[in-house]
């Protein structure tokens, strides 16, 4: 693990104290007494903020609910979320109405409509009122690009000239380098913000494109995010068209929101779904006009329900329950949720998240605004946490969301803190229990099972026959940084012990130090 700071010389980098501790491990004959693991955390202020020596904060794991039912403290949790929304929604600058849903390991757990969905004959949402989702369309663009490259040849790191060879604009920074999927998915291709296109704009992709060759970067690529609309209709538009052979929204149809039955989601606005669509409402509560984005549609086009996009953030984080992903590979999704860029507030960007950080928790979010309606669908991965929030009229729905999590979230660690289950001790714990060579020693201490050797200990669970998991516990204000944990790579190794030649019980961690070996004496 990591030597106390506080004992070492400024100069001495990080890395080095990482090296440091692995070689210690691997020294086959050690007789040299060394600090056990507790002395060697340090405790730190809080008061500094974040940073690379600050405790890393404890996550209980999401675990199923008793009986499948939602604790009665999780929906007190709830019932506080809801007479949250409605005290905002009782506001005069509120949107007429808001439908919401919130998912938890792949279940509804909670479903909040209120207002109106038509203010003149003042009908109220249900959870499958659909509402238009604007710019949350990009996220059904994301996954569009990424099925296309889980069923084709397709890499989201190539050229955008490798499936259209007209693709071109100005580089007055002469970087001379191609404009990727990824790069325009992850907000860093530098493209402009909008269209080369009068709005709502009737063109197609080849008369975009040339527009655009007249066009500039106003920014190098991989500088800094710079959010595009330009940048997923292209992404959208010349992915189902030279892929899939097929219009964006036949495209999203077949590939996205069939497979996931989500019914009443879409770009083709026909009579029924204008019929039971939200009205949208100015800020003066003026009912808004509908209107096409043409081109435009990959950028925020689409409309949904409550009730459909659940079923969207159930799929995103099926991998991180044990379960498949409906539409993509596991690893696929999984790479979805990581962020891209981090800004110097904390914030960060991914593909196509706009994201930060809450109570510890990364939480990833994409809104959306578009005359007469806000949305914003997120998911907090290490709580396996879904959320949609829609609205048929204008708001800062970050906020919204914000306000929503910064009640609930406390308030569930603790109730998923009291579900944890406790470590699994082996059947026969005392066949394990001992001393080792070179000072190694095997005991149980308050439920634990403890490994001790070269310095350091940490609790070990039990999986099958002879085979064990590391799992260092969480010490509270003593817990070590989070950067230290994932430099020493202890967590989650597995910990074997067998028979050797003689018959003797030998303890191997052969993903730290390999050939490392300790006899039971």
Request: proline share 7%.
């Given at each position: 693990?990591?030597?106390?700071?506080?004992?070492?010389?400024?100069?001495?980098?990080?890395?080095?104290?990482?090296?440091?501790?692995?070689?210690?491990?691997?020294?086959?004959?050690?007789?040299?007494?060394l600090q056990p693991l507790q002395s060697l955390y340090r405790v730190h202020d809080s008061?500094?903020?974040?940073?690379?020596?600050?405790?890393?904060?404890?996550?209980?794991?999401?675990?199923?609910?008793?009986?499948?039912?939602?604790?009665?403290?999780?929906?007190?949790?709830?019932?506080?979320?809801?007479?949250?929304?409605?005290?905002?929604?009782?506001?005069?600058?509120?949107?007429?109405?808001?439908?919401?849903?919130?998912?938890?390991?792949?279940?509804?757990?909670?479903?909040?409509?209120?207002?109106?969905?038509?203010?003149?004959?003042?009908?109220?949402?249900?959870?499958?009122?659909?509402?238009?989702?604007?710019?949350?369309?990009?996220?059904?663009?994301?996954?569009?690009?990424?099925?296309?490259?889980?069923?084709?040849?397709?890499?989201?790191?190539?050229?955008?000239?490798?499936?259209?060879?007209?693709?071109?604009?100005?580089?007055?920074?002469?970087?001379?380098?191609?404009?990727?999927?990824?790069?325009?998915?992850?907000?860093?291709?530098?493209?402009?913000?909008?269209?080369?296109?009068?709005?709502?704009?009737?063109?197609?992709?080849?008369?975009?494109?040339?527009?655009?060759?007249?066009?500039?970067?106003?920014?190098?690529?991989?500088?800094?995010?710079?959010?595009?609309?330009?940048?997923?209709?292209?992404?959208?538009?010349?992915?189902?068209?030279?892929?899939?052979?097929?219009?964006?929204?036949?495209?999203?149809?077949?590939?996205?929101?069939?497979?996931?039955?989500?019914?009443?989601?879409?770009?083709?606005?026909?009579?029924?779904?204008?019929?039971?669509?939200?009205?949208?409402?100015?800020?003066?509560?003026?009912?808004?006009?509908?209107?096409?984005?043409?081109?435009?549609?990959?950028?925020?086009?689409?409309?949904?329900?409550?009730?459909?996009?659940?079923?969207?953030?159930?799929?995103?984080?099926?991998?991180?329950?044990?379960?498949?992903?409906?539409?993509?590979?596991?690893?696929?999704?999984?790479?979805?949720?990581?962020?891209?860029?981090?800004?110097?507030?904390?914030?960060?960007?991914?593909?196509?998240?706009?994201?930060?950080?809450?109570?510890?928790?990364?939480?990833?979010?994409?809104?959306?605004?578009?005359?007469?309606?806000?949305?914003?669908?997120?998911?907090?991965?290490?709580?396996?946490?879904?959320?949609?929030?829609?609205?048929?009229?204008?708001?800062?729905?970050?906020?919204?969301?914000?306000?929503?999590?910064?009640?609930?979230?406390?308030?569930?660690?603790?109730?998923?803190?009291?579900?944890?289950?406790?470590?699994?001790?082996?059947?026969?714990?005392?066949?394990?229990?001992?001393?080792?060579?070179?000072?190694?020693?095997?005991?149980?201490?308050?439920?634990?099972?403890?490994?001790?050797?070269?310095?350091?200990?940490?609790?070990?669970?039990?999986?099958?026959?002879?085979?064990?998991?590391?799992?260092?516990?969480?010490?509270?204000?003593?817990?070590?940084?989070?950067?230290?944990?994932?430099?020493?790579?202890?967590?989650?190794?597995?910990?074997?012990?067998?028979?050797?030649?003689?018959?003797?019980?030998?303890?191997?961690?052969?993903?730290?130090?390999?050939?490392?070996?300790?006899?039971?004496?």
């Amino acid at each position: 693990f990591v030597v106390d700071m506080v004992l070492l010389p400024k100069s001495v980098s990080t890395e080095l104290i990482a090296i440091t501790t692995f070689l210690m491990m691997i020294v086959t004959c050690s007789s040299i007494p060394l600090q056990p693991l507790q002395s060697l955390y340090r405790v730190h202020d809080s008061s500094r903020g974040s940073g690379p020596m600050n405790p890393c904060p404890f996550h209980p794991k999401p675990v199923n609910f008793p009986d499948d039912k939602v604790p009665s403290q999780v929906a007190d949790l709830l019932d506080q979320a809801q007479k949250q929304v409605e005290k905002a929604m009782s506001e005069e600058e509120a949107p007429a109405g808001l439908s919401m849903g919130i998912s938890y390991r792949g279940n509804t757990i909670k479903e909040i409509n209120l207002g109106y969905k038509d203010r003149s004959d003042k009908s109220p949402p249900t959870s499958d009122t659909p509402f238009r989702i604007a710019s949350i369309t990009k996220l059904f663009t994301t996954l569009l690009m990424h099925f296309a490259a889980s069923e084709t040849n397709f890499d989201i790191n190539s050229s955008v000239n490798s499936l259209r060879k007209d693709f071109k604009i100005i580089d007055p920074f002469n970087t001379y380098s191609d404009i990727t999927f990824n790069q325009i998915a992850s907000q860093q291709s530098g493209l402009p913000r909008e269209t080369p296109c009068i709005f709502p704009c009737s063109e197609n992709t080849t008369t975009i494109l040339k527009n655009l060759a007249k066009e500039r970067l106003i920014l190098p690529t991989w500088t800094r995010p710079s959010y595009s609309n330009l940048g997923f209709c292209l992404i959208g538009n010349i992915i189902a068209e030279e892929i899939f052979g097929a219009s964006f929204e036949e495209s999203i149809l077949v590939n996205i929101t069939q497979p996931l039955k989500m019914g009443l989601t879409g770009n083709k606005y026909t009579k029924q779904i204008l019929e039971k669509l939200a009205v949208g409402y100015t800020h003066d509560d003026q009912p808004v006009p509908f209107y096409n984005l043409g081109w435009d549609n990959p950028a925020g086009q689409m409309y949904s329900t409550v009730h459909d996009m659940l079923l969207l953030t159930k799929d995103i984080l099926a991998p991180l329950r044990d379960e498949h992903s409906i539409l993509l590979p596991d690893q696929m999704m999984r790479e979805l949720l990581t962020a891209r860029y981090l800004n110097s507030d904390g914030s960060f960007f991914g593909a196509p998240w706009e994201s930060w950080q809450q109570h510890s928790y990364n939480v990833l979010a994409k809104g959306g605004n578009l005359d007469g309606y806000s949305s914003i669908v997120a998911v907090v991965p290490d709580l396996q946490l879904g959320i949609v929030m829609l609205w048929n009229g204008g708001t800062n729905e970050i906020e919204w969301l914000d306000n929503v999590l910064d009640g609930f979230i406390p308030g569930f660690k603790i109730v998923l803190e009291s579900l944890q289950s406790p470590p699994v001790l082996p059947p026969n714990i005392d066949y394990y229990v001992g001393l080792y060579s070179n000072g190694a020693r095997v005991f149980e201490n308050k439920g634990l099972m403890i490994v001790q050797l070269l310095g350091f200990s940490v609790s070990i669970s039990y999986i099958e026959d002879n085979m064990f998991r590391i799992d260092i516990p969480d010490l509270k204000d003593k817990a070590l940084p989070c950067l230290f944990q994932e430099m020493l790579g202890f967590q989650d190794q597995y910990v074997y012990f067998k028979k050797d030649s003689n018959d003797d019980l030998v303890l191997t961690i052969p993903g730290l130090a390999f050939g490392l070996e300790f006899v039971k004496l």
